[in-house]
């Protein structure tokens, strides 16, 4: 028996349809709401749900859970609650590791490639308190998820307690299917499309850094698909114990992603650029691109799904036909 928060979410429902499709019992901690998020699940049922408030009260009945991915997390990088942030990225993170420790259950949770801040650190995911310590996240959510990084670090540097097995994912900008109320942080592939598709251009950013020309901005763009893959590869291989980037290790610029989704839209290339506003400035990464050494030497050797491919499977299987995968 498996049990994910945020099951019902992006990376979350995904991960279950995966799971399903093994024939394997799966629990999924959410809340589904009244804005259709259910549909995320329709495909691929769990065998429960349990709502967040009534997490703890369940773990009480010391279910028989084979191993916990902990997605459920505040994700937006607007946030600006800090208690609640704080408590639903932190402490009920806090609360899942000792739980899995005590009770010998195989723990992976999700970082975020916001604890790097402005990327003038580097990207290096090395989970040692020294070097951890020397990022800067930009902002609320970022820093919480860092936050926890330095707890699981440091607990392991004095030998605590530790489930069997655990892994952190440091995700980087994942797109695809089941994303749909995410509202403002949905991923910039799926806000292209719905610009294109409405008869405009694709709008792009201002470039705010100095020399660095309008749409050269680069991230690391990964295919949900991908991501499951790892979990999966992670979930059948137990042995396995680290602090991961989960990215497809090469940049590319958001003038690539917005050609890529004209061409798989059929439409002509066309863009425009506008300013950042005012509530993302200073709070946005001009490059970001994961180094997947770590997580190559520990073993995985699958690949990953080019943007332009990636792109295409989203537009004309989900965006423009079935949306839910």
Same mark, same amino acid.
């Given at each position: ?9 992006? *990376? ?8 399903a ?5 799966? *629990? ?14 329709a495909k691929h049922a ?12 369940? !773990?009480e009945?010391r ?6 991915? =902990? ?5 937006? +990088?607007?946030? +600006?609650d800090?208690d609640? +942030?704080?408590?639903?990225?932190? #402490? !009920? ?5 000792a ?38 996240p !930009?902002?609320?959510?970022?820093? +919480?998820? =860092? ?14 307690e ?18 749909? =109320?995410?509202?403002?942080? *949905? ?16 709008? %792009? ?13 680069? &991230?690391?763009?990964i ?10 590869? !992670?979930f ?10 989960l990215?497809?290790?090469?940049a590319?610029?958001? %003038? ?17 650029? *506008? ?8 709070? $946005? ?10 997580? &190559?030497d520990?073993? $995985? ?7 332009? #491919?990636?792109?295409r499977?989203?537009v004309? #299987? =989900?965006?423009?036909?079935?949306? $839910?995968?």
């Open positions: 028996m498996i049990l994910i928060t945020g099951g019902a979410g992006f *990376i979350g429902s995904n991960l279950q349809a995966a799971l499709r093994r024939g394997l019992e799966t *629990i999924v901690v959410d809340s589904l709401g009244n804005k259709g998020k259910w549909l995320n699940l769990p065998d429960r749900i349990v709502h967040p408030d009534g997490l703890d009260a369940f !773990l009945t279910p028989a859970l084979e191993m916990v991915f =902990h997605l459920g997390a505040v994700s937006s +990088t607007s946030a +600006t800090g609640y +942030t704080w408590a639903t990225n932190v #402490e !009920l993170s806090r609360r899942l590791w739980w899995c420790a005590e009770r010998e259950v195989r723990f992976a949770y999700s970082s975020s490639a916001s604890t790097y801040g402005d990327g003038s650190n580097g990207f290096d995911d090395d989970n040692s308190p020294a070097a951890l310590e020397k990022l800067r !930009l902002n609320l959510y970022g820093w +919480t998820k =860092h936050a926890f990084d330095l707890t699981v670090a440091r607990r392991l540097a004095v030998a605590r530790r489930p069997p097995q655990w892994v952190g994912l440091k995700f980087f900008n994942v797109y695809g299917p089941n994303e749909y =109320h995410k509202g403002g942080m *949905i991923s910039v592939v799926k806000i292209k499309y719905d610009e294109i598709a409405a008869g405009g251009p694709a709008r %792009l950013f201002r470039s705010e850094v100095p020399g660095l020309p309008d749409g050269e901005q680069a &991230r690391d763009f295919w949900v698909g991908d991501v499951v893959d790892v979990m999966l590869w !992670l059948d291989n137990p042995n396995i114990n680290g602090l991961f980037n990215g497809t290790g090469r590319r610029t958001y %003038l690539d992603l917005a050609h890529a989704v004209c061409d798989a839209a059929g439409k002509p290339r066309s863009v425009d650029f *506008i300013e950042t506003p005012q509530e993302l400035k200073g709070q $946005y990464q001009s490059f970001t691109q994961a180094p997947m050494d770590r997580l &190559r520990a073993g $995985y050797s699958g690949q990953f799904t080019g943007l332009e #491919e990636g792109i499977r989203y004309r #299987e =989900h965006l423009a036909a079935d949306p $839910y995968a």
